[in-house]
């Protein structure tokens, strides 16, 4: 299994960014994955999780609205579009990936992944 992140640099407050997350060696189409994050000094926070099967989401209250996750089936790839960054939103952002067919309430749950990438750096910053 490979999960590999690319997408993260620096933009100001307000702007956009769109982080991808390239997947290999598991059935794509039918597994959970997941956006999380950390920021430095704090703990990681789950930031949306998708189930494969229906396509149904979980976002967290503090990125609910502004920032949305889709998947390219065709391209085995994810995507979190961000938009109306905040400083906050500063982190290194990680794809993850599971198994089985979670219900909503465990799409945020880290232990529903097994599979984690490397990370992107995403930096809000005026």
């Known amino acids: 299994v490979q999960l590999v992140e690319s997408g993260g640099g620096l933009v100001q407050p307000g702007g956009s960014l769109r982080l991808s997350c390239a997947a290999s060696?598991?059935?794509?189409?039918?597994?959970?994955m997941a956006w999380f994050r950390q920021a430095p000094g704090k703990e990681r926070e789950s930031v949306v999780g998708?189930?494969?099967?229906?396509?149904?989401?979980n976002y967290a209250n503090s990125v609910r609205g502004r920032f949305t996750v889709s998947r390219d089936k065709a391209k085995n790839t994810m995507y979190l579009q961000m938009n109306y960054l905040k400083p906050e939103d500063t982190a290194v952002y990680y794809c993850?990936?599971?198994?089985?067919?979670?219900?909503?309430?465990?799409?945020?749950?880290?232990?529903?992944?097994?599979?984690w990438g490397q990370g992107t750096q995403v930096i809000v910053s005026s």
């Open positions: 998708m189930r494969g099967t229906d396509g149904a989401t």
């Open positions: 993850a990936a599971g198994s089985g067919n979670p219900i909503s309430g465990r799409l945020r749950s880290p232990s529903t992944y097994e599979y």
């Open positions: 060696g598991f059935p794509f189409s039918t597994s959970p």
